[in-house]
């Protein structure tokens, strides 16, 4: 048998990963894996931080709050704890080969700007490798409705 036929019979018994596409070049065959991209839902309050990774369609891969990194309830809205939060995220999203993300940031209704963990964790998410594509801020704001509590001068001392 000829090198040419070996080389064939090897490059069919080789099987591409599910999702890769392939490409031939000089009698070679090169699989690349598709790059996976996943949506990060980042909820920070003063109290806490959550975050929820999801897929592109919405179904949960991972979520990980204060509360599962550390016990004292002053620090779970730290920035600390919100790059223990991201190491934890990045360590369970990295099997599953997502390399690009969407972030959403959301604050507590009302507030004007996100607790303290939002920009740890995308500065973190980002120094572990994962590229951010967009990051969006979905922080809910009531637009009339029911008065707010309080009265007409505030709430007072």
């Known amino acids: 048998m000829t090198e040419e036929k070996?080389?064939?019979k090897a490059?069919?018994?080789?099987?591409p990963k599910e999702g890769a596409k392939e490409v031939t070049t000089n009698k070679k065959k090169i699989t690349s894996?598709?790059?996976a991209e996943a949506v990060v839902n980042i909820y920070t309050s003063f109290n806490n931080t959550?975050?929820?990774?999801?897929?592109?369609?919405?179904?949960?891969?991972?979520?990980?709050?204060?509360?599962?990194?550390?016990?004292?309830?002053?620090?779970?809205?730290?920035?600390?704890?919100a790059m223990f939060i991201s190491k934890r995220i990045s360590e369970?999203?990295?099997?599953l080969g997502v390399k690009s993300l969407y972030v959403r940031i959301r604050a507590?209704?009302?507030?004007p700007a996100p607790g303290p963990g939002a920009s740890a964790i995308i500065k973190?998410?980002?120094?572990?490798?994962?590229?951010?594509?967009?990051?969006?801020?979905?922080?809910?704001?009531?637009?009339?409705?029911?008065k707010k509590k309080g009265g007409r001068r505030g709430r007072r001392p």
């Open 6 to 8: 070996k080389i064939e």
């Open 11 to 15: 490059e069919k018994k080789e099987k």
């Open 92 to 95: 369970n999203i990295k099997d």
């Open 108 to 111: 507590k209704t009302r507030n």
């Open 124 to 146: 973190s998410l980002s120094r572990e490798g994962f590229k951010i594509l967009n990051i969006l801020d979905t922080t809910r704001f009531p637009r009339g409705g029911p």
């Open 50 to 81: 959550i975050v929820h990774v999801t897929d592109m369609s919405g179904r949960t891969i991972t979520k990980v709050t204060g509360g599962m990194v550390t016990k004292h309830d002053r620090l779970k809205a730290n920035p600390t704890i």
């Open 33 to 35: 894996v598709k790059e």
